[in-house]
């Protein structure tokens, strides 16, 4: 049976992406790092998450020998995302925030093994 996914908090999804093994930049080999959010929510909250950033979903075909695209905007075609951002250049990562929550839920509540003994 699987679980009811449960939100994780933009203060607890930080610290967990801060406890990482940081990287250095692959730009410019800076090793400062923000994690940026605009923070519309309470940053502890665990019922209402605002303040993410999201990719939209992208379709792109062929017409006429032409490249084209279209845009998704809306809940359905969003991926929310976490970023991190290098101070000294500005590259930036993005963390899919369903995976972090995922992990952070996971890293507080470990499962048992499991057995059928």
């Known amino acids: 049976m699987s679980e009811k996914f449960k939100l994780v908090s933009l203060e607890a ?9 940081k990287k250095r930049c692959p730009w410019c080999d800076g090793h400062n790092w923000v994690l940026r959010g605009t923070l519309k929510s309470e940053p502890t909250s665990t019922q209402a ?46 963390f899919d925030y369903f995976k972090v929550a995922e992990l952070c839920h996971n890293a507080t509540n470990p499962k048992a093994d499991d057995h059928d003994d």
Do not use: H, M, Q
């Not at 999804?13 to 093994?21: E, G, N, Q």
């Open 49 to 94: 998450v605002a303040g993410l950033r999201s990719l939209p979903e992208t379709r792109l075909y062929l017409l006429e020998d032409a490249v084209k695209a279209e845009i998704t905007y809306g809940a359905s075609g969003a991926l929310p995302v976490i970023t991190a951002r290098c101070e000294d250049c500005g590259f930036l990562y993005l």
């Open 13 to 21: 999804a930080d610290d967990w992406l801060v406890r990482l093994d």
